[in-house]
């Protein structure tokens, strides 16, 4: 799927009217929201914790063309083996030839934010590759044939009864509503195509510049199994989660799963370092690092919008956000939704086809008080909406022929006309007496101008101006 400004407003108001939807989203994002609550309480200094964040990432994003070269030359001294994909295409051709080479017929995925925006599962089972995701909520909307709705909970949209009915439709196991015979039902699918898969593919949540290392967070075990059991793993990264130093990750890694699940400590954290060195029992003959642009450099070359490129990935804001908790994923028809997404979809995609999710906001600024590296998405959306509305916006016309896409020639001359009557006090004096003469044949509610006011009344004007009334004020 694709942004559309026409589609998300439809999917939006869709998504508003499903109750089940409401409360599958409500239960669970509650419960997520508690448990980063909680978290964050038991840190003794929280606050500076994200402070100390937030530098390591802008020092990292400062350093970022020196800290790309650096681990390229660690990882290849390691025996790692790194491409460089400017577009989605380039990325999806490079793992083919790998899989080519090597003759593989099925690929196992662990979780890949990288892999969604690529479409890698979709490319490799036109070339006639079979591709299974080993995440659990991944294997779940892979089932049912949708996206996934959240960056860290792919199938939070559903609920166990959902679930259990795609388990007995799709593998022919029998009903049950049980949470631990349907990830029963699924490891046993899992654990045999874990035996027989030529590759696996995972992401990179750090990239250890100092040491060249991959680092992978995950609490299912399918990551090892994927980096681990076949003989060629693929890791797909974002060139922007590169990391300076080793010491730097302790902070990040208690960041990220503070603010992902609520966790002192994730269940797994893989150390990736090599393929299988000679008198090793296991791991994988190749190793290989599929770094990715696909938009990334531009965003980097703004020195203000650079700081979208410090996300981790948690989805802190989307647990925390009004607009997602209502409508939920799929109605961004984006691989990244929520706040997150409404400044990162934009920049990689264009104003010209994602610009429209800039608007999706309250601008509450909920998602920056909980975003653990400080990350300012509000003050991005407004940055991004005046790119949008004005083709040289502040004199960075950044998106090219994307930047004025969002413009609305009706609202632009309603703002025009408030720029004039502002200017010109005589004009001011004229137009307030004219509304003063007109609200009595004004509707007290706004529903026709528009949604927004089918639930607010309309401003009624006072009798008298401020300045008539000190005038007319006894002793004046």
């Not at 508690?34 to 978290?39: G, L, S, T, Y």
């Not at 599962?121 to 892979?142: C, K, S, T």
């Not at 797909?236 to 590169?242: A, C, D, R, T």
């Not at 004007?461 to 004046?476: D, E, M």
């Amino acid at each position: 799927m694709k942004p559309d400004a026409g589609r998300f407003k439809v999917d939006a108001a869709r998504a508003t009217l499903n109750a089940t939807l409401r409360q599958n989203l409500n239960h669970t994002l509650g419960l997520i929201r508690a448990r980063r609550d909680a978290a964050f309480e038991a840190l003794t200094a929280p606050e500076e914790l994200q402070e100390i964040g937030q530098a390591i990432k802008q020092e990292s994003l400062a350093r970022l063309p020196e800290l790309l070269e650096r681990l390229e030359d660690r990882l290849t001294a390691r025996g790692i083996q790194v491409h460089w994909a400017e577009t989605a295409d380039e990325a999806n051709a490079i793992v083919l030839e790998i899989a080519r080479r090597r003759g593989v017929q099925l690929v196992v995925k662990g979780k890949t934010m990288v892999s969604e925006e690529t479409e890698l599962n979709r490319f490799l089972q036109r070339h006639g590759i079979e591709v299974l995701e080993a995440d659990l909520g991944e294997y779940i909307v892979q089932l049912a044939q949708q996206p996934p709705s959240h960056i860290v909970a792919p199938a939070i949209h559903m609920n166990r009864r959902e679930i259990a009915d795609l388990f007995h439709e799709k593998l022919g196991e029998p009903y049950t509503v049980d949470i631990e015979a349907m990830t029963a039902m699924a490891r046993r699918v899992l654990r045999e195509k874990f035996k027989t898969a030529g590759m696996g593919v995972t992401g990179v949540n750090f990239a250890i510049a100092e040491t060249g290392t991959l680092c992978l967070v995950e609490n299912e075990g399918n990551g090892r199994m994927c980096t681990t059991a076949p003989p060629v793993h693929v890791a797909m990264m974002g060139l922007e989660k590169v990391v300076a130093n080793l010491s730097d990750l302790p902070t990040l890694n208690r960041l990220l799963t503070r603010s992902a699940t609520g966790q002192a400590i994730s269940t797994y954290f893989n150390w990736i370092s090599s393929p299988r060195r000679r008198g090793e029992k296991d791991g994988p003959e190749e190793v290989h690092v599929v770094i990715l642009d696909n938009g990334r450099s531009s965003v980097y070359s703004d020195g203000e919008l650079r700081d979208t490129l410090a996300c981790l990935r948690c989805g802190a804001c989307l647990n925390i956000c009004p607009v997602y908790a209502r409508i939920g994923g799929h109605a961004y028809r984006a691989v990244y939704m929520g706040p997150i997404g409404k400044i990162l979809t934009p920049q990689l995609a264009g104003l010209e086809t994602a610009g429209h999710l800039t608007g999706a906001s309250t601008l509450c600024g909920a998602c920056a008080e909980v975003c653990p590296v400080k990350i300012p998405i509000p003050d991005l959306l407004l940055r991004l909406r005046q790119e949008g509305s004005q083709p040289t916006a502040a004199g960075r016309a950044l998106f090219g022929p994307g930047a004025g896409s969002q413009r609305k020639p009706a609202e632009a001359m309603l703002w025009k006309g408030w720029q004039v009557l502002h200017d010109r006090p005589a004009y001011y004096r004229a137009a307030t007496a004219l509304a003063r003469a007109a609200a009595a044949l004004l509707p007290r509610r706004a529903a026709s101008l528009s949604p927004w006011g089918r639930r607010r009344e309309l401003p009624v004007p006072a009798r008298a101006s401020l300045h008539a009334l000190l005038r007319n004020r006894p002793g004046a």
